[in-house]
């Protein structure tokens, strides 16, 4: 199975700062990468797939990067709604496999 | 208005059987696949299987000896069972669908989330 490794674990960012998260894959997942945003309570949101697409509807400030085995996740300008969990996941291979997380906290 | 919604017993013994049923609106499971992802709390979560627009299904290998899924088409219903329960199968249990955009399907890139079903494993 591809090991997906996240980090930081958790971070702590002030409103209007950019933060980014990284993602590491244990091989080649050719951009098969997704982002979603789980906030407390509820299910993950599709933020970014193919590693840089946007999905529908989550605004400009989100943007995903990255090839081979390592990707990030930047949110510009935080906003206080971003407070949430943020999981990566790649769908290159059987089984999917998701990172572990990054909590997002505010300053 | 796409939707899912998981449906399911809360609490299930140790060593018995799971069965959860995801009821879907708004879309066809004729036309779309729908997996079942699984996340204990404060975790990352699990793939566990998905059962493809054509009825053919795929498995997570680390669950596959314990798991089915099947449906009702006629029904919009996509069903779990999972047996030999244990402590560390407790979580929320999703039903997700792939996205497609409408000229391609994102084979897995999960768009729809259902609300999830909280499963405790305990006697």
């Known amino acids: 199975d591809i090991q997906m490794t996240q980090s930081p674990a958790s971070l702590s960012a002030s409103l209007g700062e950019t933060v980014t998260i990284e993602c590491r894959a244990s091989e080649d997942i050719y951009s098969n990468l997704a982002w979603y945003q789980q906030k407390p309570g509820n299910s993950p949101q599709l933020l970014i797939y193919?590693?840089?697409s946007l999905a529908d509807g989550v605004p400009s400030r989100f943007s995903g990067s990255g090839s081979g085995t390592q990707y990030s996740l930047k949110i510009n300008s935080l906003q206080s709604e971003d407070v949430a969990s943020y999981f990566c996941?790649?769908?290159?291979?059987?089984?999917?496999?998701f990172g572990a997380g990054t909590k997002l906290e505010l300053k | 208005q796409v939707q899912l919604k998981e449906s399911g017993p809360g609490l299930v013994q140790p060593s018995e059987t799971l069965s959860l049923t995801c009821t879907v609106s708004?879309?066809?499971?004729?036309?779309?696949?729908v997996s079942w992802v699984r996340q204990p709390s404060g975790k990352g979560p699990e793939w566990m299987g998905r059962m493809w627009y054509d009825g053919d299904t795929a498995y997570n290998s680390a669950l596959k000896s314990r798991l089915s899924i099947s449906r009702d088409t006629s029904k919009n219903q996509v069903f779990l069972k999972m047996n030999s329960l244990q402590t560390d199968d407790t979580g929320t249990y999703y039903c997700?669908?792939?996205?497609?955009?409408?000229?391609?399907?994102?084979?897995?890139?999960?768009?729809?989330w259902g609300q999830g079903a909280s499963v405790t494993v305990s006697s």
């Open positions: 997700t669908r792939d996205y497609y955009d409408g000229t391609y399907y994102y084979v897995g890139v999960m768009d729809a």
């Open positions: 193919d590693a840089n």
């Open positions: 708004g879309f066809s499971l004729t036309s779309y696949s």
């Open positions: 996941q790649q769908y290159n291979n059987y089984p999917y496999t």
